[in-house]
């Protein structure tokens, strides 16, 4: 029997040392013990840095969606697969077992042949939090279409750049979604970002607000009743183990948000085997994720990671206010919850509203507390810690991206003695390194530096969808031979990693990964503003809130500023989505530039976080009496 389940620290050390030794066959091992294969592969990794290429067991024929549902049927087919519990409580929760589950999937697969997707097609989901969501992924995956899934929070303009980027040629949608007391007429945003995407030729849309709703003649159609027809048998596509599994958009510092693409084999392997070590899942335990399927979190550890191991896996409509602030701990009572998965964010916004929302509730059913998406500080994590796990339930504070497909660093929970705000060790196979600026590597302890990786590890992202070359320059090109992670870290005395954040123009805002250069972009769209620079800066709930300087083309503009704010607003909410509000926005007559015209950001962040005592060297600025003004103005 292999390493499947990590008990102990000593265990860790063993296991992550044969790990790194020999991590072919250490995946090899795992791969051949936990999972179905159509065929076993010829080659366990190839791999080369420069070019670069990662292939994981190359030559395996499989479905994911084989090893997610079909294998489960004999032994689990009465197991809840999906629990979805609603927006509203009054509303029944649905236990969708995993006989259910197989049928809805087919079903769904066979509408999607039915309007001729085929293997390798790619298929946009702008789904809310509804079960469908859980099922089109499935349905995309057991026939080989590729999924893109956007986040239903993102606006009509973000939506469509996300289509016509990877070129889809279908969509499913719903009329609408329920967010607390909120509805949003999903359809209406689809319908708008329709009009600037020629590539897409039929649109599902499920019911779930009953609102009325425009449909397209020959080109919208209802899901239920295609359901309703179809057949709830299917056999699965046989993929390749490198065929891609789906794409996910992430921002970058700079231009067009990035279409990660996973493949099959790998992402499967590896969002499987961190599911079952991380959280440390047993048979009976119920499981829940309360991030959405939109972001990678919900894709590993929501469908794909629980459902390989035959988890139950809750899933939320709602959010963590409504109807009151106590609804996560009200749901974990009701489905006696084993594991419970979450932001920073949601964790600090809850903190603020009091330790009377938790008290009312029975919490004894958790094991083990997550943490996703940004660096938690100290009193989130000793909130969540004396709370919500009573020092029980060990938190694990887990750090990864969009691009490494599952969770990197991480503690095992009663394995890894926790420290606040550390996400500790990395993950079996995980060769983290510190990198100074000049490209050397930081050895020993007790230091800081960049954080790359050294070494690939199954669910690497192969690729950026239709741009390998930007995908060279992000990861592979600031240190040689490394995965550049973006961000920066420390390695305390005892080689435990904290992730000290974002070291590019990345703005981690509540959870969510925003480049600077869109939203700039938004914003300069508005006809009265020359020039603008956003920054973050901390907040005490989201982490980070974004702080933007503006110029206006008029010196002396005799509008109203207030009604400026509000128009830039909703620019930004037009072009990306509310996510990418600014908390702040100064307007100024200048912007500090290097002489090569580059914006000193360093030196707005500073003021945008009221640490001006040192703003480091001004002089080559090519500006710099604009810096005074700005101090003298800041907000
Ligand atoms: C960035 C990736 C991967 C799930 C959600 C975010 C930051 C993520 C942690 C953590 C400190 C973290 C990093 C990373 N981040 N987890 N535990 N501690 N920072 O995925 O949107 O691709 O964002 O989130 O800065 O690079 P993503």
Same mark, same amino acid.
């Given at each position: 029997m292999s390493n499947y389940h990590i008990k102990h620290l000593e265990e860790y050390y063993q296991v992550y040392r044969k790990s790194?030794?020999?991590?072919?066959?250490?995946?090899?091992?795992?791969?051949?013990?936990?999972?179905?294969?159509?065929?076993?592969?010829?080659? %366990?990794?190839? &791999?080369?840095?420069?070019?670069?290429?990662?292939?994981?067991?190359?030559?395996?024929?499989?479905?994911?969606? !084989?090893n997610c549902l079909d294998r489960h049927l004999a032994t689990r087919g009465d197991k809840v697969a999906i629990l979805f519990e609603p927006n509203d409580p009054k509303e029944e929760a649905q236990h969708i077992t995993y006989r259910d589950l197989y049928h809805r999937v087919n079903q769904f697969a066979n509408v999607l042949k039915s309007k001729g997707i085929k293997k390798g097609d790619r298929v946009c989901i702008y789904l809310p939090m509804i079960p469908e969501l859980a099922i089109s992924l499935l349905a995309c995956a057991r026939i080989g279409a590729i999924h893109s899934v956007v986040f239903a929070g993102f606006s009509a303009t973000a939506l469509a750049t996300r289509i016509n980027d990877s070129d889809c040629k279908m969509v499913i949608t719903s009329d609408g979604s329920y967010r607390g007391k909120k509805t949003i007429d999903l359809k209406c945003i689809v319908d708008e970002a329709l009009e600037d995407c020629n590539g897409v030729e039929s649109v599902l849309v499920a019911k779930r607000i009953h609102s009325e709703c425009n449909m397209k003649e020959g080109r919208d159609e209802w899901l239920q009743p295609l359901l309703d027809a179809a057949s709830d048998q299917l056999t699965a596509t046989v993929m390749d183990a490198e065929d891609?599994?789906?794409?996910?958009?992430?921002?970058?510092?700079?231009?067009? +948000?990035? @279409?990660?693409?996973?493949?099959?084999?790998? /992402?499967?392997?590896?969002?499987?085997?961190?599911?079952?070590?991380?959280?440390?899942?047993? *048979?009976?335990?119920? /499981?829940?994720?309360?991030?959405?399927? @939109? &972001?990678?979190? =919900?894709?590993?550890?929501?469908?794909? =990671?629980?459902?390989?191991?035959?988890?139950?896996?809750?899933?939320?409509?709602?959010?963590?206010?409504?109807?009151?602030?106590?609804?996560?701990?009200?749901?974990?009572?009701?489905?006696? %919850?084993?594991?419970?998965?979450?932001?920073?964010?949601?964790?600090?916004?809850?903190?603020?509203?009091?330790?009377?929302?938790?008290e009312k509730h029975d919490l004894s059913s958790l094991k083990v507390l997550g943490t996703v998406g940004e660096p938690i500080n100290e009193e989130a994590w000793h909130w969540y810690d004396d709370n919500i796990g009573k020092r029980r339930a060990p938190i694990v504070d887990t750090w990864w991206q969009t691009e490494t497909g599952g969770i990197m660093i991480t503690p095992i929970p009663y394995s890894t003695p926790t420290k606040p705000t550390y996400a500790t060790l990395p993950f079996m196979g995980i060769q983290p390194a510190l990198m100074d600026e000049q490209g050397k590597e930081i050895k020993g302890?007790?230091?800081?530096?960049?954080?790359?990786?050294?070494?690939? &590890?199954?669910?690497? #992202?192969?690729?950026? &969808?239709?741009?390998?070359?930007?995908?060279?320059?992000?990861?592979?090109?600031? /240190?040689?031979?490394?995965?550049?992670?973006?961000?920066? #870290?420390?390695?305390?005395?005892?080689? /435990?990693?904290?992730?000290?954040?974002?070291?590019?123009?990345?703005?981690?805002?509540?959870?969510?990964?925003? @480049?600077? #250069?869109?939203?700039?972009?938004?914003?300069? *769209?508005?006809?009265?503003?020359?020039?603008?620079?956003?920054?973050?800066?901390?907040?005490?709930?989201?982490?980070?809130?974004?702080?933007?300087?503006?110029?206006?083309?008029?010196?002396? *503009?005799?509008?109203?500023?207030?009604?400026?704010?509000? !128009?830039?607003?909703?620019?930004?909410?037009?072009?990306?989505? +509310?996510?990418?509000?600014?908390?702040?926005?100064?307007?100024?007559? =200048?912007?500090?530039?290097?002489?090569? =015209?580059?914006?000193?950001?360093?030196?707005?962040?500073?003021?945008?976080?009221?640490?001006?005592?040192?703003?480091?060297?001004?002089?080559?600025?090519?500006?710099?009496?604009?810096?005074?003004?700005?101090?003298?103005?800041?907000?």
């Open positions: 790194v030794r020999n991590p072919e066959a250490f995946w090899e091992e795992i791969a051949e013990e936990h999972f179905l294969w159509r065929k076993k592969w010829d080659n %366990v990794l190839s &791999w080369d840095f420069k070019k670069p290429e990662v292939k994981w067991f190359e030559g395996a024929k499989l479905n994911i969606t !084989e891609p599994l789906f794409i996910l958009y992430t921002s970058g510092s700079t231009g067009m +948000p990035k @279409g990660m693409v996973h493949t099959t084999a790998g /992402y499967m392997v590896y969002s499987a085997y961190t599911f079952k070590n991380v959280f440390q899942y047993r *048979e009976n335990d119920v /499981y829940w994720c309360t991030a959405d399927i @939109g &972001w990678i979190t =919900g894709h590993s550890y929501i469908v794909y =990671g629980p459902l390989a191991n035959g988890a139950t896996s809750v899933m939320f409509e709602g959010v963590p206010s409504y109807p009151d602030y106590g609804r996560f701990w009200e749901i974990v009572e009701k489905h006696k %919850v084993s594991q419970f998965y979450t932001a920073p964010t949601a964790i600090r916004a809850l903190a603020k509203e009091g330790v009377e929302h938790v302890n007790q230091v800081d530096g960049r954080l790359c990786i050294k070494f690939p &590890w199954p669910s690497i #992202a192969r690729t950026i &969808w239709g741009n390998h070359q930007r995908y060279k320059e992000t990861y592979f090109s600031a /240190y040689e031979n490394m995965y550049f992670t973006g961000d920066g #870290a420390l390695r305390d005395e005892v080689g /435990y990693y904290r992730i000290t954040g974002r070291v590019d123009d990345v703005i981690i805002v509540s959870g969510h990964n925003l @480049g600077t #250069a869109p939203i700039e972009d938004a914003i300069n *769209e508005h006809p009265a503003v020359a020039e603008s620079a956003i920054v973050g800066f901390p907040h005490d709930v989201k982490g980070n809130a974004l702080y933007g300087y503006v110029t206006l083309k008029e010196t002396g *503009e005799s509008r109203n500023h207030d009604n400026l704010r509000k !128009e830039i607003n909703q620019i930004i909410t037009e072009q990306i989505g +509310p996510i990418a509000k600014l908390n702040k926005i100064q307007f100024t007559n =200048g912007l500090p530039k290097t002489r090569s =015209g580059k914006i000193m950001r360093r030196i707005l962040r500073k003021i945008a976080s009221k640490d001006t005592s040192n703003l480091g060297d001004t002089s080559t600025l090519l500006n710099p009496e604009c810096v005074q003004e700005i101090m003298d103005n800041a907000l």
